[in-house]
Structures are given as structure tokens and as C-alpha cells.
């Protein structure tokens, strides 16, 4: 059974930095794609930035690129976003998410993924 555990979220400051990790376990996740999303008060979940495990092919939204950096350690089973530069509209519950398709382009809709985390709660502060 696929797992997936978010942790370091935390209250920050505008301008500093976090760094999340996503404990993955159950498989191996070699071809799959992980993703983080995040939903803030009354908003729709939305993509943030993913990587193609086997290949290290990243995605990342407009909002987070230059800011957010996704990458992973194949030895812990674990993906990070570190994030840098952070501001208030950042706020939000980050999710861990996994999914199965092979091929094609990265996804960024929340459907298409098939695995999600518990979340983990970031707030920035101005």
C-alpha cells in the first residue's frame, strides 16, 4: 500500500525558506510522478511542482518558478520542494501527491493522481 508523509511545514517569514519532504513508501516508485500541490482557505487545490522519478523531469506553476526547487533522494525514497523567497499568497496546506501513468507530459491536475499525503501546513507571514 502506497504512503505518502508529508513533513516541515511551518510559520515563516515573507523572504525566508522552508524545505518539505515526502516520505514515499509501499513500491518502488520508479516511473511514476511525484507531485506537490497546496490549498489555501476557500481555494481550489492547486499544482505547485512536480518530478518524473526514473528521469528527474521537473514541472513546475507559474506562481512557484524561480522560487521553488523539486528533487529527490532515491536512497531515502523521499521527494523535497524547497522553497525560497516565500511569500503570504504561499500560504496554504502543501500535499504530497503520487501518480501511476507512464508517459507523456507531467501532469498538473489533482485528478490524474492516484496517491496523496496527509498535507502539511505552511504559513508565511508579512
Known amino acids: 500500500q502506497v504512503q505518502l508523509v508529508e513533513s516541515g511545514g511551518g510559520l515563516v517569514q515573507a523572504g525566508g525558506s522552508l524545505r518539505l519532504s515526502c516520505a514515499a513508501s509501499g513500491r518502488t516508485f520508479r516511473g511514476y510522478t511525484l507531485g506537490w500541490f497546496r490549498q489555501a482557505p476557500g481555494k481550489e487545490r492547486e499544482f505547485a511542482a512536480a518530478l518524473r522519478w526514473s528521469v528527474g523531469t521537473t514541472r513546475y506553476a507559474d506562481s512557484v518558478k524561480g522560487r521553488f526547487t523539486i528533487s529527490r533522494d532515491n536512497a531515502k525514497n523521499t521527494v523535497y520542494l524547497r522553497m525560497n523567497s516565500l511569500k503570504p499568497e504561499d500560504t496554504a496546506v502543501y500535499y504530497c501527491?503520487?501518480?501511476?501513468?507512464?508517459?507523456?507530459?507531467?501532469?498538473?491536475?489533482?485528478?490524474?493522481?492516484?496517491?496523496w499525503g496527509q498535507g502539511t501546513q505552511v504559513t508565511v507571514s508579512s
Open positions: 501527491a503520487a501518480d501511476a501513468t507512464w508517459g507523456g507530459a507531467i501532469p498538473t491536475s489533482p485528478g490524474v493522481y492516484d496517491y
